[in-house]
């Protein structure tokens, strides 16, 4: 997955700044590439263009180098696995 997301990074920085209105998406994603969850603004109405995420306290923080803001989400515990 980092793989991906690195061949992602020139192609964006080729496009400048991402317009206001660019959907926020955080996936987290396992050592296999396997997405276990997604958080979405659709239509980043409230949180868009994110390019950073810390965990901390039992949230996630939220940021983005085109806004003056810091979101702040609840995470809650992922539901345990059958066999593990």
Do not use: M
């Given at each position: 997955?980092?793989?991906?997301?690195?061949?992602?990074?020139?192609?964006?920085?080729?496009?400048?700044?991402?317009?206001?209105?660019?959907?926020?998406i955080?996936?987290a994603?396992?050592?296999?590439?396997?997405?276990?969850?997604?958080?979405?603004?659709?239509?980043?109405?409230?949180?868009?263009?994110?390019?950073?995420?810390?965990?901390?306290?039992?949230?996630?923080?939220?940021?983005?180098?085109?806004?003056?803001?810091?979101?702040?989400?609840?995470?809650?515990?992922?539901p345990?696995?059958?066999?593990?």
């Open positions: 997955a980092k793989n991906q997301l690195a061949k992602l990074l020139p192609l964006l920085l080729r496009l400048g700044a991402a317009p206001e209105s660019t959907p926020g955080v996936l994603i396992d050592e296999t590439g396997r997405v276990l969850r997604s958080f979405q603004d659709p239509d980043g109405k409230v949180v868009g263009s994110v390019t950073d995420v810390h965990v901390h306290g039992g949230h996630l923080y939220l940021t983005s180098i085109n806004g003056d803001w810091i979101a702040r989400c609840p995470l809650t515990p992922l345990s696995s059958p066999g593990g």
